[in-house]
């Protein structure tokens, strides 16, 4: 026995828009929920000052280091600290050239010591007082004792 036409295509219209719906049902369920809005936190002031802190009045140390022959020397480590403090802040090492930069805040005097092994350390302040935006230096290395290669 053969179904009028009509029947046919109102079953699979019927068919199609359940298992539409189906998939469009299941879609749903797999999708994750919004995340959860963030509790605010109470930020202090101090982190404020923290997150807005920009380089752009930072106060510049460049320089170059020697080796006693006039070579330059790379790998000797330099320290910084805030001439009022024990504490050095600021750590750093020289290049394959000899060469270093080390940005620090702007506004007070600093002590930098230049350290590397078998040889004298040399100690230098520097002026961030000056409205300069930085300081040039040039340190030539001794061997511990004065002696001369």
Do not use: C
């Amino acid at each position: 026995m053969k179904s009028p036409r009509w029947v046919t295509l109102a079953g699979t219209i019927l068919a199609f828009g359940l298992f539409g719906g189906l998939i469009l049902a299941i879609a749903a369920a797999q999708q994750s929920p919004p995340p959860a809005p963030l509790p605010e936190s109470s930020s202090s002031p101090e982190k404020a000052k923290k997150e807005k802190y920009s380089h752009a009045n930072d106060f510049l140390i460049i320089g170059t280091i020697f080796d006693p022959k006039g070579y330059a020397f790379p790998g000797v480590e330099l320290k910084i600290r805030r001439s009022t403090e024990k504490k050095f802040r600021w750590n750093d090492y020289t290049n394959s050239r000899g060469e270093f930069a080390v940005r620090v805040p702007q506004g007070t005097v600093y002590e930098m010591v230049v350290h590397i092994k078998k040889f004298a350390d040399q100690t230098r302040e520097v002026n961030a007082k000056s409205g300069l935006g930085e300081a040039r230096m040039v340190f030539q290395m001794q061997l511990e004792g004065g002696k001369k290669k």
